[in-house]
């Protein structure tokens, strides 16, 4: 269960320019919660970066500059709280980068050695962490390879894993010097109250949209054409929420955003 900011924009830009200082600092503040870890990548020179944490945002040392002062043309944000069972280390942190590409999910999957049957042996041996987060992004690194594009990719690997986990959310960001895309897979998935509820907060306690808005994420388009995603958490008036089941792909040479319903953005 994790927080998820993304960023595109015509020209380099930092995320209080593109989300403002007011919505930057709620989001920021949701790592109260989500504080077991958090990571950023961006797009710079035409490669993908990363840096990632095991420690909350606030305490970490690359944490003010990359939320607020590290300017890009895109970028995304993870925070993270960890599903029940799931260690809190370095290898474990969003995004996840491999071959150009990072990723950072939002959910949980419940039967992770399926999720390794899915995934295969050749591609399984990539992943360096124990999350199923990880593991998803194999099985999108195994669509690509096997001949998709990134955001088909992302769509079959999401079709295949609902079809075996309905309840799931598989809600995700992934980026590469050329595209960002947006996943939103979550409709049926049920708040993960308990875990929520794990940091001594009551459920009227808890941050805004933290109950069945929990999963929901939006869009907005800005006046100077810069494209911002952002999962629920902080004020998003103006905003429009994502259609469930939709993968969302952002040209980063033109902005032009695409948005398709799943099961035609997996068609090949």
Known sequence: MCRLLALAAPRPTTLADALGAERLAAFRGLSGLHADGWGTAWVGDGEVHRVRDALPVQRSRHGAGALAGRASTARLVHLRLATSGMSVGHENSHPFLHEGVAFAHNGAVPDVRRLEELVGAPHL???RGTTDSERIFALVL?????GADLPTA???ATARLREEFPAASLNAVLLSADELVVVHASESSPVP???LCASGLSPAQLPRDHD???YRMSWLRRPDGAVVFTSAGIDTSGFTPLPPASVTTVALDTLQVRVQELGAAALV
């Open 154 to 156: 992302a769509a079959l």
């Open 125 to 127: 041996a990539r992943v």
């Open 142 to 146: 195994r669509h690509r390879d096997e």
């Open 193 to 195: 109250l308990a875990d």
């Open 212 to 214: 069945e808005g929990y």
